[in-house]
């Protein structure tokens, strides 16, 4: 028995979970004045291929749902129910109707009731896409090449808009439009084009409310917060950590409040707020540790969990005066990031190198940033992480100037530097 990995993708690409699809199942049959009898049985059946073909009127529903066919939603009928009459060819029945009409159709028109030129699988294709930016990403970070990528795929998505497609459909596509922008914003973020970040998440934030998508929402208020730290505005990264706690997708999902209430700590950490920055990284562990972590979530939110939480409770720790515990918390990170996140790796590296300088240990400190190099090795190093190693420069200078471990580090920082620009 093959599951319905199709149906699967549909309903994840569209936000469905299996009650939620069985809801909107039996309010289109019941719209219709028949009864509504699809339940959570039902759906699992249907994923796990145990039903390969619905009823009629769950057809209707399923097809008027997801704007395509049952076919295409990975279903297929009995044997006995197929039919052997090869289906008419598109042209045959164009010359049949001209033949009969004396008419001849524009080719670049679609006729009056023709039904919607963009469904279910162009969504699938789009959204698809994403997944090989948030791979270079994670392995490479932030690029102009990746921004521009992403923004040809949002522009993409944008024009499938003016293709007739159905309201749902075109909400998806808002959807994947806000997803692709907020990814441009990210890369732009960590490449350090701070004021050209600004301007793709106002985008974003549109497109987001277009698509009436708390997910997407969720994101780009998370990138705002990101954004203002690294802006120094720090009570403004506080009010966009805030909206983010505010979605309706960290509300109803522990794993994007978790992130949300990290984000408040390390900004509450930035005004210098101890109390309120420590309550916030509680209030993040408490939420994570409530995570369905079985649960399938969007690839731009793939790098949070507990190595995440530990780098951000790294950040928190060391900006309110904490270096030794700020030092135990990198090494937590440090054991839990994904070898193929060499991006965060790097970062988190580099704040265990600033916890470690920060309690007076120059040449340990020294020794480990000097890792970061090889990690990002094959690729210039972003710009995010190369302000990063700015600061711990500056910092060893200011705490151990006449050193040769200084002298000797500025030396290779000075050499990677230009070298990876």
Not at 100 to 125: H, L, M, N, Y
Not at 379 to 387: K, M, Q, V
Not at 402 to 417: K, L
Request: with cysteine.
């Amino acid at each position: 028995m093959e599951e319905n990995a199709v149906l699967a993708d549909a309903m994840r690409n569209l936000g469905y979970k299996q009650t939620e699809l069985a809801d909107a199942v039996n309010n289109h049959l019941r719209a219709r004045g028949h009864e509504g009898t699809v339940g959570d049985r039902t759906v699992r059946n249907w994923l796990a291929g145990k039903s390969r073909w619905p009823h009629r009127r769950q057809r209707e529903a399923l097809e008027s749902l997801f704007a395509c066919t049952v076919e295409e939603l990975g279903f297929s009928p009995p044997a006995r129910r197929r039919t052997s009459t090869p289906p008419e060819a598109p042209v045959d029945r164009r010359n049949f109707l001209t033949a009969v009409t004396g008419t001849t159709a524009a080719t670049t028109a679609p006729f009056v009731g023709a039904p919607p030129q963009v469904g279910t699988s162009d969504v699938i294709r789009l959204r698809s896409g994403l997944e090989d930016l948030v791979k270079v990403d994670r392995s490479r970070g932030g690029h102009e090449s990746l921004e521009r990528a992403a923004l040809a795929r949002a522009q993409e998505a944008l024009a499938k808009q003016k293709l007739g497609a159905t309201q749902r459909i075109r909400l998806r596509l808002f959807s994947v439009a806000a997803d692709y922008t907020a990814t441009a914003a990210w890369s732009a973020i960590d490449a350090r084009h701070l004021e050209r970040a600004s301007h793709i998440l106002d985008r974003a934030l549109y497109l987001a409310g277009m698509a009436k998508d708390p997910v997407a929402e969720m994101q780009v208020w998370n990138l705002w917060a990101i954004l203002a730290h690294h802006r120094n505005e720090y009570a403004e990264a506080v009010d966009a950590a805030y909206a983010a706690q505010g979605t309706a997708a960290a509300r109803r999902a522990p794993l994007f409040a978790s992130l949300a209430h990290a984000r408040t700590a390390v900004g509450y950490a930035d005004l210098g707020d101890r109390q309120a920055a420590l309550r916030s990284l509680g209030h993040a562990r408490e939420a994570l540790a409530k995570a369905d972590t079985t649960e399938p979530v969007p690839s731009w939110i793939a790098f949070y969990g507990p190595g995440e939480l530990m780098a951000l409770t790294s950040i928190v720790l060391d900006r309110v005066g904490d270096p030794a515990e700020a030092e135990t918390a990198s090494h937590r990170a440090l054991a839990s990031i994904p070898a193929d996140f060499r991006r965060n790796r790097a970062l988190a590296t580099t704040r265990l190198a600033l916890a470690q300088l920060h309690q007076r240990d120059a040449d340990q400190a020294c020794a480990t940033v000097s890792t970061v190099f090889p990690l990002m090795a094959g690729h210039p190093i972003p710009g995010r992480t190369r302000s990063l190693l700015g600061d711990f420069h500056r910092d060893l200078i200011a705490l151990a100037p006449d050193t040769p471990i200084a002298r000797e580090w500025g030396d290779r920082y000075r050499s990677e530097r230009s070298r990876t620009r």
